[in-house]
């Protein structure tokens, strides 16, 4: 087929359906590989009690397809799945999506300038053009800690959650206080008979506004759909304001602070576990979570925070640093993703046999965090330096789907590949742009690769993503007969002798 999509979640049904709605809908232009049975990406796999968005469904969701039946502002995993599934019926993307294919190696064949591509079960296909809608939180990341395959309980990652965990009346740790552990621990100490949280840096929280939309709201927008996109239009402007502080003036993020801190007074009680959960590091820095419930939990008397750090695990307990035994039936681990572990699972090869995990190993260097140089006619959606702090990732995704379409129409006249140039500036520029960002404030996050580099998340307004991605620049692109040549004749011209 022409064009090859791994993945449907938000990106690789998202650019399905744009395929679809131009007219892309012979089914040799396009196949979608998913390795699951459904649709769904991250709102199909991540089924931890509590889990939800949080941001605005009105804004987390396509912009050319709003739903007004949100049951409330921010939606559940579950409400937000289901979504996606409506998307995939309703622009009739099922026939192009082939189920239970999951992607092990793409190679870029020179010869026939088209990719191999071969799935796990021995299937094997071609393409011309390659999309990568793999998500970049998918991964689990199983903390490297001492003892911790020996432990005898049942051991659960928020990610990987079985649909028939049953921690009722268990003694319970979670391990780790990220996005995912703040959602998920007000719901445990509920079932749990003791909850013992494990935390290495405290989070900055703010206030949740959560609203249910009631019939009413939700017959209003279905009738006025232009209602609710004005109601969009001003969630997106309020959300995209806070920009100028997260990526200009970060010192102003005392402004926030301040919120914060008058909120986690509010939460709790205990003076002394207050300050343990109080952060050092400027917020912003990581995620900002959002949680009415999270912090109050510590209140309980069946809730322990566990500040000193974890040195081993045994069978039946998690030993800290003070020396004591927290004895547990059960291990949560809320200890996040590894960002490069969804290209990690696949072999990726480009042309002159480079694998994409090596090249990436210095850094996950991208133009636009689309396209790769090396990589002919591949293009990577929600890829490096398109994550955001501060607003909806799913505009980010339909801005870069947009930039794909225009590449993909380009192919047709021939295959191409983005420039080393190209690449080498915009990975100066994210370098010079992040310098002065919240993000690189001083905190540890997975927005900084081992390196120290933000290679995650985009500095600066949606609108400057818009701008940049909005046509495509002829030059940061050259024929693939060019680029091969050029790697070859560099093949036969002896390096210089000192
Ligand atoms: P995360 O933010 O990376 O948090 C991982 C947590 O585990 C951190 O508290 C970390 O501590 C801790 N940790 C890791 N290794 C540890 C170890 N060896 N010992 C002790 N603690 C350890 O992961 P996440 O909570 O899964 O969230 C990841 C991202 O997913 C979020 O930032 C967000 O973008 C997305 N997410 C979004 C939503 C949503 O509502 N939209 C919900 C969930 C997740 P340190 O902080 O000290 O490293």
Redesign the pocket.
Known sequence: MRVAIVGSGFSGLGMAIRLSERGDSAPQDYVVFEKADEVGGTWRDNRYPG?????PSRLYSFSFRQNPRWSRDFATAGEIWQYLIDCADHYRVRDHIEFGADLTSAAYDETTRRWSLRLADGREWTADSLVMGVGA?HRP?V???EGIDTFAGPTLH?AIWPDDADLAGKRVAV???????V?LVPELAQEASHLSV?Q??P?WILPKHDKVWGARRQQTFARFPALQRLVRWRTYLQLESRVLLFARIPRGMVLVEGIARRHLKASVKNPEVRARLTPTYTIGC??ILLSNEYWPTFDREDVDLVTDP?VRIEPDAVVTGDGTRHEVDALVL????SLSGSYDRMRITGSGGRELAEVWSGGMHTNLGITVAGFPELYVLLGPNTALGHNSVVLMIEFATDYVLQCLDRARAGARVTTAAAQDGFTSEMASRSKHTVWTSGC???YLDRFGNNTSVWPGSTISYWLRTRRVRAADFEPVAAHLESAALEDRVPAPTS
């Open positions: 889990c939800a968005c949080d941001v939180l990341v903390p490297d800690i928020t391990i780790g206080t990220g996005a995912s552990a959602q494990f290495r840096t989070a990581k995620r974890i809320g200890t996040g993703f540890q996050s997975w």
